[in-house]
């Protein structure tokens, strides 16, 4: 369905929020974010889906948490090449 500028921007806000909620009092990475979050999966579970979906998922997650960090809401260390990201202040 064809969505207008104003849904798809209530579908970020919707998207980081829950990020966040996700996030609060932890530090993860993009992949286990992604495992906790809603998606539009006709009823599978998040381990019954394929790789190409989850990996999807996960790039999709990497793209809010990007922003989320841009703007100094998140953190994210290293750790032995793996990334993990964590809430500094809880801003929309």
């Given at each position: 369905?064809v969505?207008?500028?104003g849904?798809?921007?209530?579908?970020?806000?919707?998207r980081?929020?829950?990020?966040?909620?996700?996030?609060?009092?932890?530090?993860m990475?993009?992949?286990?974010i992604?495992s906790?979050?809603?998606w539009?999966?006709?009823?599978i579970s998040w381990e019954?889906l394929?790789?190409?979906?989850?990996r999807?998922?996960?790039l999709e997650t990497i793209?809010?948490?990007?922003?989320l960090?841009?703007?100094?809401?998140?953190?994210?260390?290293?750790q032995d090449?793996?990334?993990?990201?964590?809430?500094?202040r809880?801003v929309?």
């Open positions: 369905s969505k207008t500028v849904e798809i921007q209530q579908h970020h806000r919707d980081n929020s829950e990020i966040l909620k996700v996030l609060q009092g932890k530090h990475t993009a992949y286990e992604s906790l979050l809603t539009s999966t006709g009823g019954r394929n790789d190409f979906t989850k999807s998922a996960v793209s809010h948490l990007e922003l960090f841009t703007k100094d809401i998140l953190q994210k260390s290293n090449g793996v990334y993990k990201y964590s809430i500094i809880w929309l």
